[in-house]
């Protein structure tokens, strides 16, 4: 949450000419309804199948395309496995630091910590790195820059 998904993901798929796909925007378009819409009326569980669902169709009607998913999609049901087994992975490997000044600026529109207090969202961050982080050290490439430069991100896709 907060890397930078969206917008490096959105700077590849043009690069690379193929498509992309924000996997919450697919989840709010098929729901029709917002994140947090979903969290509240239906709970994490409910949103995490949708999620693991959506992924896979994208990826089974796609041959080549880019993804960002959301921070949390790679630690449930298996999803990082069927996403290193579908194509290249790519963690973007952002400071806590960097996710805190990002995340209090955007809390209202990220369900999982608009009620938080700035202090709390800083906890947030890192127990949420703490428990995910052996899921993303998964992902075939990992962009520890900072900030993140295309030429060097696109580079890592094709000697990956």
Not at 25 to 39: D, M, N, R, V
Not at 46 to 52: D, G, M, T
């Amino acid at each position: 949450m907060g890397s930078g998904k969206t917008h490096w993901g959105k700077q590849v798929s043009e690069k690379l000419h193929i498509p992309f796909f924000d996997l919450d925007e697919q989840i709010t378009t098929h729901e029709e309804k917002s994140i947090t819409e979903i969290f509240s009326e239906n709970g994490e569980e409910y949103f995490r199948v949708l999620e693991k669902d959506i992924l896979h169709i994208i990826t089974e009607s796609h041959e080549n395309f880019v993804m960002a998913c959301g921070g949390g999609t790679p630690c449930y049901y298996n999803n990082i496995d069927y996403m290193n087994h579908s194509g290249t992975t790519i963690w973007i490997n952002t400071s806590i630091d960097t996710l805190f000044q990002r995340l209090i600026k955007e809390k209202q529109a990220r369900p999982l910590i608009k009620n938080l207090t700035n202090e709390q969202v800083r906890g947030f961050i890192i127990k949420k790195f703490s428990d995910r982080k052996i899921y993303y050290e998964q992902a075939d490439i990992i962009v520890d820059e900072d900030p993140v430069r295309l030429e060097n991100l696109v580079g890592k896709i094709f000697h990956a």
